[in-house]
RNA sequence: GGAGACGUGGCAGAGUGGUUGAAUGCGCGCGACUCGAAAUCGUGUAUACAGGCAACUGUAUCAAGGGUUCAAAUCCCUUCGUCUCCGCCA
C-alpha cells in the first residue's frame, strides 16, 4: 500500500498510476474519506482528552457523583462519534489496499504483455543439425517421467520426475542455492504451509477482504492456513513489525521452498510437459534495503538470474514489462526468458521485481535511519533463482543430442558426478 | 490430542483497578572527568496518528481483538503465540 500522505500530496501521480496499471481509480473517494476521518479523530481525541482530564480529578475529589456523571455523559458521545469513525477508517482502509504502487518512469506503459520491451539478448539460439526434440520427447524416451500415471493418481498438473532428470533438477536447485550464497544470500528453507494474511501481506490482492486470494490460493479445508505460492510471502513477513539498523541492510535471502498455485488462470496453456505444474520448487531471491539502493539491488537480483541463465548455457533475453503486465504492487519488473527450440520462442524463467516501499508497509517493516534517528519504510524487491522442472524444459532442449541425450552444462557437471551428459542410448 | 504455566519498552525485570508510556538494572546516545581509555558522575533513550510554521500539545499502544468500569498493564471473554509434562510421530 501507499502512505496516505503521498496521495493526499500527489493524487495526479496516483491517479496515473491506477490508468497505466488498469486498476478501478478510486483517490477522489479516498481523499474524502480521508478528510473526514481526520475531522472525526481532531473531534473524538478533543473530548478524549477533556473527558480523561475528568477522569483523572476523581480519586482525589470529595464529592466524586457529578464528575462521575460528567465523564459517563462525555463517553457517550465519544462512543456515537468512534462508530462513524470506525466505519469511515474501515473503508477507507479497504481502498487505500486498492491502490496500486506507482510505477517507474522507466517502464514501457501500456495495457499488457503487449507492450513489454525486449532490453537485452544473450547468446544465440543453438542451431541444431538434426531435428530437436520437444521436451516431452526427450522425457518419453530416457524414461524421465510418468505422466499418465501421476495424472491418474494425483491429479492434472502435477508431475514427477524419474531417474537422471530428478538428479539434474536437484543439482540445479543445490546449484544455485550456492550461488547465491557465495554471493551473501543468507539461504533459507521455507515453509509452504501459512496464513492466508501472510499472502495478502505480500501485497499481490486488492481490498481488505482476505477471500479474494481463494480463487488463486490453495486453502486447507478446516484450517485456518493455506498453501504459499512462492518463498517471498515467507521473506516478506521475516522482518514485520520490526525497526531494523540501517547497517544491517541490505539483508539478501536465498528462500527455497515448494511453491503451490492453483493455475485457475492458466487452463489450457502449457497443459503438456514441465512448464507449468500445481507444485514445483523454487528458489527464490529477496531483498531488504534502503529505498535509494533499490535500484541498484534491482540491477544486482537481475544480474544474478542472468548469471545463472549463462551458468546453464541457456540463450536467454531479458525483458522490460510494461506497466499494465507488471501487476498491482511493483515498481518495474523485467522478465528473464530462456530459448526453447521446440517452441521457437523465448518462454518466461524468471521475473526480477521492485516493490519498493508498499510491501512494507502491509509488513510493517522498518529501518533506523543512522545520520537522523528516522524511522523510515524499508524497500524489498525479490527474483526468481531458478524455478524447477520449468527451468528443465530449455535446458533439455538446448543441450539435447541426436540420440536423445541431453549434455550436462559445465558448471553442473560436479553436483552430477562429473557426468558431462545423461540420457541417449548408452 | 490431554494437563498446566506464561506473554510488559532493544534486553532483563517490577508492577493486580486511579497522573503508570510504565520503577529498577543492563544496553545504547550525548556531556563531564581523563593525554586517551576504563571506572565514575550527569543527562537522554518507543511507535503511530491528529492538531500546530514551529517549540509543542493531544490521543492510542504493556501479544492481538472484544467486554466490564467514571477509570484497565491490572478484572472478564475470544484468538494468536511461547514454555513444561503426557500422548502421537517423519
Known amino acids: 500500500m501507499l502512505d496516505i500522505k503521498f496521495i493526499r500530496e500527489n493524487p495526479d501521480a496516483v491517479k496515473n498510476a491506477c490508468k497505466v496499471k488498469g486498476f478501478p481509480d478510486n483517490t477522489d473517494e479516498i481523499l474524502a474519506l480521508d478528510t473526514r476521518v481526520r475531522e472525526l479523530k481532531t473531534l473524538t481525541q478533543t473530548k478524549t482528552a477533556e473527558k480523561n482530564k475528568i477522569t483523572r480529578e476523581i480519586p482525589t475529589a470529595t464529592d466524586k457523583a457529578p464528575l462521575i456523571a460528567a465523564s459517563k455523559t462525555i463517553g457517550e458521545e465519544i462512543a456515537n462519534e468512534l462508530t462513524e469513525l470506525s466505519e469511515k477508517e474501515a473503508q477507507l482502509n479497504d481502498l487505500l489496499h486498492r491502490v496500486p504502487q506507482i510505477p517507474s518512469p522507466d517502464a514501457p506503459i501500456g495495457p499488457d504483455e503487449s507492450a513489454n520491451v525486449e532490453i537485452r539478448r544473450v547468446g544465440e539460439p543453438k542451431k541444431f543439425d538434426f531435428t530437436p526434440r520437444a521436451q516431452w520427447d526427450l522425457l518419453d524416451m530416457n524414461d524421465w517421467w510418468a505422466p499418465e500415471k501421476i495424472a491418474q493418481i ?74 504459499a505460492g512462492t518463498a517471498e510471502i515467507i521473506l516478506n513477513s521475516l522482518h514485520s513489525g520490526e525497526i531494523l539498523a540501517e547497517n544491517a541492510l541490505p539483508i539478501k535471502y536465498a528462500g527455497f521452498s515448494p511453491c503451490f498455485r492453483k493455475e485457475a488462470g492458466a487452463a489450457g496453456r502449457d497443459t503438456r510437459g514441465l512448464a507449468r505444474f500445481h507444485q514445483f520448487n523454487k528458489v527464490e531471491q529477496y531483498i531488504y534495503c534502503k529505498p535509494e539502493q533499490s535500484d541498484e539491488m534491482h540491477e544486482h537480483l537481475l544480474n544474478n538470474l542472468c548469471e545463472i541463465m549463462e551458468d546453464l548455457e541457456l540463450p536467454y533475453r531479458v525483458i522490460a514489462n510494461s506497466t499494465g503486465d507488471m501487476g498491482f504492487n511493483k515498481v518495474k519488473m523485467n522478465d528473464v526468458e530462456a530459448w526453447v527450440p521446440s517452441e521457437n520462442a523465448y518462454k518466461e524463467l524468471g521475473s526480477c521485481s521492485s516493490i519498493g516501499t508498499f510491501q512494507a508497509r502491509r509488513t510493517n517493516t522498518r529501518y533506523r535511519e543512522n545520520a537522523t534517528g528516522e524511522v523510515k519504510y524499508v524497500a524489498t524487491l525479490n527474483n526468481t533463482g531458478i524455478a524447477v522442472p520449468r527451468a528443465l524444459v530449455p ?32
Open 154 to 227: 494425483c491429479g492434472t498438473r502435477t508431475y514427477c520426475l524419474k531417474g537422471e532428470a530428478a538428479e539434474l533438477q536437484l543439482a540445479i536447485e543445490t546449484y544455485v542455492i550456492k550461488k547465491l550464497i557465495s554471493k551473501g544470500f543468507t539461504f533459507i528453507e521455507c515453509p509452504a504451509i501459512t496464513k492466508p494474511q501472510t499472502i495478502f501481506d505480500a501485497g499481490h490482492f486488492m481490498g481488505s477482504d482476505l477471500s479474494v486470494m481463494n480463487n488463486d490460493v490453495f486453502m486447507l479445508t478446516d484450517t485456518d492456513r493455506c498453501l
Open 395 to 426: 535446458i533439455l532442449e538446448n543441450h539435447q543430442n541426436a540420440d536423445g541425450s541431453v549434455n550436462i552444462p559445465k558448471k553442473l557437471q560436479p553436483l552430477m558426478d562429473g557426468r558431462t551428459k545423461i540420457g541417449g542410448k548408452h
